[in-house]
């Protein structure tokens, strides 16, 4: 049995964004808890899929103490500014030297922090903890799959384990996984060997999904070099960090880190792993569709079969920096004169409440969405719609990635604009559930079309009633094509899309 000290400290930072996470972004609930300290911590996040909840469940079941330190996370964004990164950064390493004595430390993080002072804000912390503790107290970590990996960062840690799935359905397992690394540190094996490999393109975030190839095929292969013999070294963990993007900063982009019994059994195992990812290149260049195209592909191919042909609205996602407000892919809708086709969520409060008042079944005339500049060139629709259910937004989810959450979206209304209906929500969120939809009547797989304001996570609740998912570059500010960001600081020669040209060169 023995004593662990558990924290966490996550952000996924998007350079390009407009608003910046400060301490009380880190402080306040969102769609995960607030930020927690004490004993509290250790009991905040009991069956959710966060991989601290799945370290703490795994670690107490095999009988550890743990020391809870303090664990906070933000909504992705621009920078953290250097007074929360501070601020939290010292409470870790307050509370760390309050609950010494232990025997290891574990750190739930994301991997693609940046801050106002510093482009690896994870390597600094977990420097600063690897300060603290010296360098026989095992520290390990877990990252999303989104992690922009640095060499500081595994050079400080004993082992980085990251997701494997996108959508993010093993945040809990992960942590689980992290917990059997720190067994296996304790069962007494050697310390293992590390190897990691930089790659040498970006890959735009609607491609990382591992439901499609080429993803899924490459974490079916990672899964089966961990346990393999690699000459006379056994491999122990291996990760595939796909990366966050949209990130200006010289480590951004996909990572492979591997452990092994021996030097050669990791670089061999990252080499394999590695070869893999250059060789798919080619196939993580997804087609993007400008909206007229895709709402003509839609309703020529409308009654091809069941399930809706689903239209990914992913500039306008609401997980990656968008407002869930744009009306491009809505207007190509209306105008082309979609069939059974809905769009789910358009963020509108103002429309919602006015709607709202008028009750159901009234015709309202709206000024509907494109009200937050997140598309400067849109201006609202203005028509007459018809309300046709006027609902609270409070709901169960049930699908695997919202799995169980309450969903809160305040005043909700579902209209109709001829065979195009839209569900207008009072507050922001990622459509990745069909609750989402239904809880206003709507039914999203008897639908024709189905517009989602979501680049991946849809995918995990709407995937397999699909017929066809096509991703669609309609104006918003989660640029797709990352050829257009203005990027300044990438490492030379990375391409910034498959197949693309070379950065700087
Ligand atoms: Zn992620």
Redesign the pocket.
């Known amino acids: 049995m023995m004593r662990i000290a558990v924290g966490g400290f996550q952000h996924?930072t998007n350079t390009f964004a407009p608003s910046k996470a400060d301490y009380a972004a880190f402080a306040q609930a969102d769609s995960w808890p607030a930020l927690q300290s004490g004993a509290g911590l250790l009991t905040a996040f009991t069956g959710m899929n966060v991989p601290v909840a799945g370290f703490i469940d795994a670690a107490t079941k095999a009988g550890h103490t743990l020391m809870p330190l303090v664990w906070c996370s933000a909504t992705p964004s621009a920078h953290v500014t250097e007074d929360a990164f501070e601020r939290i950064a010292a409470m870790m390493l307050d509370a760390l030297e309050g609950s010494a004595p232990f025997d290891a430390v574990y750190l739930d993080l994301h991997g693609a922090m940046v801050t106002e002072h510093l482009d690896d804000g994870e390597g600094e912390l977990l420097a600063r903890v690897r300060a603290a503790i010296g360098p026989d107290v095992p520290l390990v970590a877990s990252l999303?799959?989104?992690a922009n990996v640095t060499p500081r960062m595994v050079a400080q840690a004993d082992a980085l384990i990251g997701y494997r799935t996108?959508p993010?359905v093993d945040m809990a397992e992960t942590g689980a996984r992290a917990a059997a690394h720190l067994d296996s540190i304790f069962a007494g094996l050697p310390r293992q060997a590390k190897a990691m490999r930089k790659l040498d393109y970006l890959i735009p975030l609607t491609a990382q999904c591992t439901l499609i190839e080429p993803a899924q095929h490459l974490y079916a292969h990672l899964a089966k070099l961990e346990g393999q013999m690699l000459g006379n070294g056994r491999v122990g963990s291996v990760s595939f960090t796909t990366g966050f993007p949209p990130v200006d900063i010289a480590d951004c982009g996909p990572t492979v880190i591997a452990y092994a019994d021996t030097e050669a059994a990791a670089e061999a195992a990252a080499d394999a792993l590695a070869a893999e990812i250059a060789a798919a290149e080619p196939r993580f260049r997804e087609k993007l569709w400008s909206a007229r195209e895709a709402v003509a592909y839609a309703i020529a191919n409308a009654d091809g079969g069941h399930g809706p042909i689903v239209l990914a609205d992913t500039q306008d996602n609401p997980g990656a920096g968008g407002n869930g407000d744009t009306i491009g892919i809505l207007t190509e809708l209306i105008a082309q004169g979609a069939p059974r086709a809905a769009l789910g969520v358009l963020y509108d409060p103002e429309s919602a409440g006015t709607a709202a008042q008028a009750g159901e079944g009234a015709q309202v005339r709206l000024a509907l969405g494109a009200k937050t500049g997140g598309a400067p060139d849109e201006k609202p629709i203005e028509a007459e719609f018809e309300v046709v259910r006027v609902t609270d937004g409070e709901f169960l989810a049930t699908g695997p990635f919202y799995g169980g959450s309450r969903m809160s979206l305040g005043v909700t209304v579902r209209l109709r604009i001829r065979g195009v209906e839209v569900v207008v929500a009072s507050r922001k969120a990622q459509c990745a559930d069909r609750e989402m939809l239904r809880h206003t009547g709507i039914e999203p797989a008897n639908l024709a079309i189905l517009a989602v304001k979501s680049s991946v996570h849809f995918r995990a609740d709407f995937g397999p009633m699909a017929r066809e998912v096509l991703v669609v570059e309609s104006p918003g500010p989660n640029i797709a094509d990352l050829s257009k960001l203005p990027y300044k600081r990438l490492r030379k020669g990375i391409r910034v899309m498959p197949m693309g040209e070379g950065f700087g060169g």
């Open positions: 996924e999303d799959l989104h996108y993010h």
